[in-house]
T-cell receptor, first 113, second 112 residues
Framework: DGGITQSPKYLFRKEGQNVTLSCEQN?????MYWYRQDPGQGLRLIYY???????QKGDIAEGYSVSREKKESFPLTVTSAQKNPTAFYLC????????????FGPGTRLLVL | DQQVKQNSPSLSVQEGRISILNCDYT??????FLWYKKYPAEGPTFLIS?????DKNEDGRFTVFLNKSAKHLSLHIVPSQPGDSAVYFC???????????FGKGTHLIIQP
């Protein structure tokens, strides 16, 4: 079955610690995205990548970093510079030129200890 | 500044009736609009979309209406079913951004 997987489902971060959220897709999509959702808020774009080895900042990139070494994978690192990391993180992918139909993963909930 | 606004955090509708979810936007450069449905602890799933060159798009029980002059779109679900209970996000694209701009969502509750 094709789809997007995110792991882990829940992640705990200690103060000053960097954590990495995994996102993998086997849909052969070129574009991948990371969104953040806070309670009572819409999804906000963190980073996106249109092609391997290339990515751009979204609306709220500060305190986050990404890499896109493989087409299938787009990991997101929440760095210690992100002062309010507690949120629900969603990864999405789409075909090139078909961004309107973004397929979302199940999400990772990040909690700060 | 919220560019996509869903002013109703929740909406309760009786099963079989019509559900109308509203969305307003401020950025006149948006040229494509989408609705996503989200169940708890799952990622959103694409529901229906509309291009700015149209004013209506229909897919089964779901119809989206776009009023460009009012910068307003709405999603109609008829008849509403219990499985429609979810959070519905309005999203927009355009104005040079490559990602989607989402509203805060409306929690639709279908009552038996």
């Amino acid at each position: 079955d094709g789809g997007i997987t995110q792991s882990p489902k829940y992640l705990f971060r200690k103060e000053g610690q960097n954590v990495t959220l995994s996102c993998e897709q086997n849909l052969n999509h070129d574009a991948m995205y990371w969104y953040r959702q806070d309670p009572g808020q819409g999804l906000r774009l963190i980073y996106y990548s249109q092609i391997v080895n290339d990515f751009q900042k979204g609306d709220i990139a500060e305190g986050y970093s990404v890499s896109r070494e493989k087409k299938e994978s787009f990991p997101l690192t929440v760095t210690s510079a992100q002062k309010n990391p507690t949120a629900f993180y969603l990864c999405a992918s789409s075909r090139t030129g078909e961004w309107e139909t973004q397929y979302f993963g199940p999400g990772t909930r990040l909690l700060v200890l | 500044d919220q560019q996509v606004k869903q002013n109703s955090p929740s909406l309760s509708v009786q099963e079989g009736r019509i559900s109308i979810l509203n969305c307003d936007y401020t950025n006149s450069m948006f040229d494509y609009f989408l609705w996503y449905k989200k169940y708890p602890a799952e990622g959103p799933t694409f529901l229906i979309s509309i291009s700015s060159i149209k004013d209506k798009n229909e897919d089964g029980r779901f119809t989206v209406f776009l009023n460009k002059s009012a910068k307003h779109l709405s999603l109609h679900i008829v008849p509403s079913q219990p499985g429609d209970s979810a959070v519905y996000f309005c999203a927009a694209k355009g104005g040079g951004a490559d990602g989607l701009t989402f509203g805060k969502g409306t929690h639709l509750i279908i009552q038996p």
